[in-house]
């Protein structure tokens, strides 16, 4: 168990560090220091992470056929885009129920003046010079061991040489699993007993439109797409005058305030999701429950991961919110865990028609819902919905109105974006010029989403190979990203292009001079094939389909 973490953990090592050298990701405002929760893609990161994205629109959205039901759906649907504000009324934050709902528990710590997440802070039972006291850590998972470790022998004025009279009582776990704190020590903090009892944090970013300060001014950052979709709802029906089953699908960013970001991007504070609300009637949402789930786990596979890193597990009863009939999770066992655990990709949700009636009437059900109706200090509904009609009139007999139901598989790029890079990191050995086997990074991105599709190289930069491959390069770009690069061994060229995950690169060498072909090298199986100059873009397009 221990080896396995070894190796994943020294495998995210390697990935992160690979990210910042060849500029997939860098850490948000590095030159002051870095700001937590926030990362910047850079130049091969941007087109990673839009191919992502672009990948996701085509094949749920612009490529879909409205005609015919496709493969696995109860009837044909449609399927529409939208793009909203990241500000939005706050009645809709109100009504949704992020405003009073959408909380972590989080501690202070009277010492340090730090805030953690109640359930991220994890620990272990020291016992020493007859004392017993909970030792806290919020260090990443590898370092969690050397740091609680220092810090108890601190605690307990241990030198090295007395490392012996210590001893923990158990493994790891969360401090939820304490009760009291009087006895625990904060993870920076020197004495016992200086965090305070959990209270809840709201997550939701707050600022203020327009010259005004005050409360009347407050609007929020939106913490999920989701809700711009809901409250377009009518203007997207009216818009388009298409009948139910519809889904409107909707990529942008989202903002949480989460109390610890962490594990690269998997936790951050400004993300992107990539939601689709899927409206129907009330009598076939569960089949449409589970086309969809079934449909996004196919999606992440036909993208390359890999199916024993990846699952999805279905929420158990007491597991659903209660509006929710069914719920699952598309997971991926990213190497940061710890053996055995897994992340949350997406989230496919069977939302009854909980978000629609919120919309509309402000309260619902006080039985089945705990937005119970609360007057503001003028005496207004707080709760108050829109007052506009949501519902749907069914054109086709027998005509029937009702409330559409909804299956929201909701997305996130960034986390689907690490799960992809995580995948793709291989290290094997590859021949150089001189057919000598060299280690090699190899990053087998989908070609679909790879940032480069191929590279161009003049084996030398003489006899005019140069002006042959930048010709080729010319002729590519318009049709995919291409990279030209002349510098350096042609291996070593090749090596930067593995990194990078590049499914292609086109050599111009001396015979390319004779018969007017170049080799095309498969990053992957590294096999070279010869082909006609003017027949590269067709074969690498038929290569990249
Ligand atoms: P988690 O339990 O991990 O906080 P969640 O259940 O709150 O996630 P949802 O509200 O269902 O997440 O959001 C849908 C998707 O948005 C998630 O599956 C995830 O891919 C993405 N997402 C949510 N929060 C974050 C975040 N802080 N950083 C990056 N992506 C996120």
Partial sequence: MNQAKDADQSRMQKIVSLCKRRGFLFQSSEIYGGIQGFWDYGPLGVELKKNVKDAWWRDMVSAHNDLDAPAGAPSAYSMV??????????????????????????????????????????????????????????????????????????????????????????????????????????PDAKKLGTLTEPREFNLMFKTFVGALSGEEGAAFLRPETAQGIFVNFKNVLDSTRVKLPLGIAQVGKSFRNEITPRNFTFRSREFEQMEIEFFCSPEESHKWYQYWRDRRMNWYQQMGLSSDRLQLR???????????????????????????????????????????????????????????????????????????????????????????????????????????????????????????????????????????????????????????????????????????????????????????????????DGQTLEDNTVTIRDRDSLEQIRVKVDECAQVIRERLQ
Wanted: one cysteine or more.
């Fill in 314 to 508: 279905e929420h158990d009863a007491d597991e659903l919110s209660h509006y929710s009939t069914g719920t699952a999770d598309i997971e991926y066992a990213f190497p940061f865990l710890d053996p055995g655990d897994y992340g949350e990709l997406e989230g496919i949700a069977h939302r009854g028609d909980f978000d629609l009636r919120s919309h509309m009437e402000g309260k619902l059900d006080p039985d089945t819902n705990p937005l119970e109706l609360e007057l503001n200090e003028d005496g207004k509904p707080r709760w108050k919905g829109s007052g506009q009609n949501l519902s749907y009139r069914n054109p086709d007999p027998p005509n029937e109105t009702y409330t559409p139901h909804v299956i929201e598989p909701s997305a996130g790029a960034d986390r689907a974006t690490l799960a992809f890079l995580c995948e793709a990191y291989y290290e094997d050995k590859a021949p150089d010029e001189k057919g000598k086997m060299q280690e090699r990074v190899v990053m087998r991105l989908h070609p679909r989403i790879a940032p480069m599709k191929a590279a161009v190289f003049p084996l030398v930069k003489k006899d005019g190979m140069p002006d042959i491959a930048k010709q080729i390069y010319l002729d590519l770009k318009p049709h995919f990203n291409v990279f030209y690069d002349e510098k350096g061994a042609v291996g070593r060229r090749y090596r930067r292009q593995d990194e990078a995950g590049t499914p292609y690169c086109i050599t111009v």
């Fill in 81 to 186: 885009g939208l793009d909203c504000t990241i500000l939005m009324h706050p009645q809709v934050w109100k009504c949704s129920g992020h405003y009073d709902l959408f909380h972590d528990y989080m501690v202070d710590c009277r010492e340090s003046q730090k805030r953690y997440r109640h359930d991220q802070v994890r620990g272990r039972w020291a016992e020493c010079k007859d004392q017993r006291i909970f030792v806290a850590t919020n260090v990443e998972p590898e370092e969690e061991e050397e740091d609680t470790q220092r810090r108890a022998m601190k605690f307990f004025k241990l030198r090295n040489k007395d490392l012996d009279r210590l001893s923990w009582d158990g493994g790891f776990a969360s401090l939820t699993t304490v009760d009291t704190f009087d006895q625990v020590l904060g």
